[in-house]
């Protein structure tokens, strides 16, 4: 499986697309292992999260899962649909399906998520 090259990613399968915002999301590969997304629980905007922090839960018909922060920072904006539509996130988990979007704090902390090949590299252990 390849994965968009213009994100980075954690070891808990979560998406980061840099920008003044970064925003955040599950991988394909998350989305492959829950099966049927049924509920996507997100913080409120304005919320802290620390690096490696629960930001939420996602749950599925097989599971539910927590979701964990990437970078720490403040929560500036959440994803409104998946509240109504939760199976965005197995329609399209790279695009509509974003999660919420993140300040950093610490642009260190992208510096220290995985490479495209290196979560490649990670899921093909899987």
């Known amino acids: 499986m390849s994965y968009p090259t213009d994100l980075r990613y954690t070891n808990d399968h979560e998406w980061l697309r ?3 915002t ?8 998350a989305v492959d292992q829950l099966g049927d997304i049924t509920l996507v629980d997100l913080p409120a905007e304005g919320h802290l999260v620390t690096k490696g ?14 979701l964990y922060a990437p970078v720490s920072g403040k929560i500036a904006k959440v994803n409104a649909l998946l ?16 999660m919420i979007e993140i300040e950093p704090s610490d642009q260190a902390e992208v510096d220290e998520l995985l490479s495209p090949d290196a979560y490649a590299a990670l899921t093909a252990e899987a």
Request: glycine letters at 10%; charged letters at 20%.
């Open 53 to 66: 922090q629960r930001f939420g839960t996602i749950e599925s018909v097989k599971s539910v899962s927590d």
């Open 18 to 20: 840099v920008g003044a």
């Open 83 to 98: 509240r109504d539509q939760p199976e965005l996130v197995n329609q399209d988990c790279y695009g509509q399906a974003w």
């Open 22 to 29: 970064c925003v955040v999301g599950i991988t394909q590969f």
